[in-house]
């Protein structure tokens, strides 16, 4: 930046904006404080906006502070190809990462795991967080991957993802979920099965199931 300055002191005319610069990390956001190089890449990158880029290819999310959510203001949204969200979710918590899964369109793995319905919960508060979530997916054009681990509200409900689906998948994982028949019906029809090289269920409670010689696998 000092030598492009040099060049442009010697020229006439208007001086030229400079390019944005960036930034590529592995993000892990946890509860715990950040160490002191992205402390102080994060105050760069706030100091400098518009100018430095933060960018990431991979995101591990543990918990969904105020301060995390902060951080993921200050990432480019559509850097990030592999998203592990690994911590337990509450609909009121995912509601809040929302908008910034529909940001994220080159997206090619993603796994979500131990969201669980709070009693106090009603149903209508629950049907629009969960519409609200799997809408999303219709902005993730190039996911690939898709692991779901002990969701419980996809009982009933895997119809709605899996039609959101903009491209066919060639993983899916499902484990530690409750599933009604409905959702193997729907998971039979929505899914391309030539494109699929990995189907994986397993430690399923598979409820009203009217055939067959046990309700879990």
């Known amino acids: 930046m000092r030598r492009r300055g040099k060049l442009d002191s010697l020229r006439t005319g208007p001086k030229l904006p400079l390019a944005p610069m960036e930034e590529l990390v592995a993000l892990c956001l946890k509860r715990s404080v950040l160490d002191e190089s992205l402390s102080y890449l994060l105050k760069k990158v706030s100091q400098r906006r518009g100018l430095l880029h933060l960018c990431c290819k991979k ?50 793995r993603f796994l979500l795991s ?71 019906r729907h998971l039979s029809q929505h899914l391309n099965v030539s494109q699929l090289k990995v189907l994986n269920l397993r430690r399923l409670n598979l409820t009203n199931i009217s055939s067959g010689p046990s309700n879990c696998c």
Not at 77 to 98: E, P, V
């Open 59 to 108: 995101l591990k999310v543990y918990t969904v502070s105020k301060e995390n959510i902060n951080i993921l203001g200050m990432v480019q949204l559509n850097s990030i190809q592999d998203l592990k969200l690994n911590c337990t979710w509450k609909l009121s918590t995912l509601r809040k990462f929302t908008p910034f899964l529909g940001q994220m369109g080159n997206l090619r």
């Open 114 to 184: 131990h969201v669980f319905t709070s009693s106090h919960t009603t149903l209508e508060q629950e049907e629009h967080c969960v519409s609200l979530f799997t809408a999303q997916f219709r902005r993730l054009s190039c996911l690939q991957e898709l692991y779901l681990d002990d969701v419980s509200i996809l009982k009933g409900r895997l119809d709605q993802i899996l039609s959101c689906l903009k491209t066919p998948l060639e993983t899916l994982s499902i484990t530690s979920c409750i599933l009604l028949e409905s959702d193997l």
